[in-house]
């Protein structure tokens, strides 16, 4: 046998850990490069892993719902099948004997650096070929001794979840033949988060879809049957809620745990000014009415939160400094030229900051169509690492739950955050007249450090003059 360790790799942005979401194949299966095999969940999205190698699954080394960290091995594949059986190469202390037993642990490389210049499939110059987690030795016939692991026996949150050595004893298995234990249930990220909060055991519910994908209101409705994992089934390391009586117990983790890390570090380390402004937005909602009168607007979704960050973007440019990060290890202020527009977004997973790259760019269609395409994808839990990453300046929209204002945390590496209310009718003073209008709150926290309060104010009431009077961005 030949026997390929695959480790976890960083899916971007020198993520530590991430959680074992569900198996797409078993001990036995046969896979070929780049077939999806796993699905993790990081801090920051939910995220489909290929198969750096072709062969027959040896052994799955991590359970299910188990979180562990970035270069622990997660499977075994065997390149070579027909040859004699190999050692399991985590569970054994000693090294395997001979080439014909070899282990060889693919070079994890992060699947969303922009500086991998080879493209999958391609040999490099050293021999080896290109795949979306790494790269793989061409010549078959190298190979390296297995590691020796120090304290013998792996521990058992990455010890084999079934039996290597049955699997290497018989031929490749269809998927109609998987036994019970390894039936992996189809869902979403959110529906599968659903389940673990409320303790639905996934493998007890038979899905009424043609294309065997649970949904959320079958998982609500197994939870109201009773159908809960026991904390006994649970795999070491895995999710566990406990019930006491009126209180629910869930451990903190996943986006939940980064998001409040990064919040704590924020609040404590940037110095937050916050400052408000009430605005009268009755010409953009005049405004939002004509243009879905339009053709070209006709199936565009056009929110307040639209015309707000067109504001952003054009009011940044006047004011560079809340478009800025502050370096402290460098000691330097790092201005972009180009808006990389953060959305905080709540999500089944927790609150998200997903960015518009390059927003700066953009029109008043285009963002609107950036703005829905963001969310969506947010919500659905398929956020890649790079639409997380990069962000320079963060729009908090609590309006659209009906809520005036609020008192924003900067976004770790920015120096301001815009905080949405809603747009409600309320009385309004105009010629010296009072009137009903249309009234949003804003709020603008910075970090004075990079902004002072007279950068800050003024970067306001620009964004607050767009909103009140559209027609003001063609004096600008």
Not at 239 to 254: C, M, S
Request: glycine fraction near 8%.
């Amino acid at each position: 046998h030949r026997l390929q360790t695959f480790p976890l790799p960083d899916v971007g942005e020198g993520l530590t850990e991430a959680e074992i979401l569900g198996w797409r194949v078993a001990v036995g299966d046969v896979v070929t490069v780049n077939q999806i095999i796993v699905e993790i969940e990081t801090a920051k999205a939910s995220v489909e892993l290929p198969s750096p190698f072709a062969g027959q699954v040896h052994a799955i080394l991590v359970a299910e719902g188990v979180t562990v960290d970035v270069g622990t091995p997660i499977i075994t594949i065997d390149t070579d099948p027909g040859a004699a059986a190999a050692p399991n190469p985590v569970a054994s202390s000693e090294p395997a004997a001979g080439p014909a037993a070899a282990v060889v642990t693919v070079a994890p490389v992060s699947i969303s650096d922009p500086d991998v210049g080879t493209k999958i499939g391609e040999v490099t110059a050293d021999g080896k070929i290109a795949t979306l987690v790494g790269y793989v030795s061409v010549d078959s016939r190298v190979a390296r001794r297995a590691r020796k692991v120090a304290g013998g026996p792996a521990e058992p949150a990455r010890s084999a979840v079934s039996d290597p050595s049955a699997a290497a004893a018989r031929p490749p298995r269809q998927e109609s033949e998987k036994p019970a234990q390894q039936y992996i249930p189809l869902t979403t990220p959110p529906v599968r988060k659903l389940a673990k909060d409320l303790g639905v055991d996934l493998r007890t519910i038979s899905p009424a879809r043609a294309d065997g994908v649970i949904s959320r209101q079958e998982v609500q409705a197994a939870h109201q049957n009773g159908l809960v994992e026991e904390a006994t089934e649970q795999p070491l390391g895995a999710q566990v809620v406990a019930a006491e009586g009126e209180t629910r117990r869930v451990p903190i983790k996943g986006v939940r745990k980064a998001t409040a890390a990064a919040m704590v570090a924020s609040a404590f380390t940037a110095p937050h000014v916050t400052e408000f402004l009430t605005i009268d937005v009755t010409a953009m909602m005049e405004l939002r009415d004509r243009l879905r009168k339009r053709r070209d607007f006709a199936d565009v979704k056009l929110s307040p939160l639209v015309f707000a960050a067109r504001a952003v973007c054009l009011a940044a440019a006047r004011t560079p400094d809340v478009n800025a990060s502050w370096d402290e290890e460098n000691q330097e202020i790092l201005y972009h030229r180009s808006v990389h527009l953060g959305i905080a977004a709540a999500t089944p997973r927790g609150l998200m900051v997903p960015n518009i790259k390059y927003a700066n760019t953009l029109g008043l269609k285009e963002l609107a169509t950036e703005l829905v395409a963001l969310t969506e994808t947010a919500r659905a839990g398929k956020t890649g690492p790079t639409q997380m990453s990069g962000g320079t300046f963060t729009i908090t929209n609590v309006g659209v739950l009906g809520v005036d204002t609020g008192t924003p945390i900067i976004n770790p590496g920015e120096a301001a955050i815009l905080c949405l209310g809603s747009v409600k009718d309320a009385p309004w003073v105009v010629d010296g007249q009072l009137a009903v209008r249309k009234v949003c709150q804003l709020s603008l926290s910075f970090d004075h450090r990079v902004v002072d309060g007279e950068q800050g104010s003024r970067f306001l009431a620009d964004v607050g003059e767009l909103m009140s009077d559209p027609a003001m961005a063609l004096a600008w």
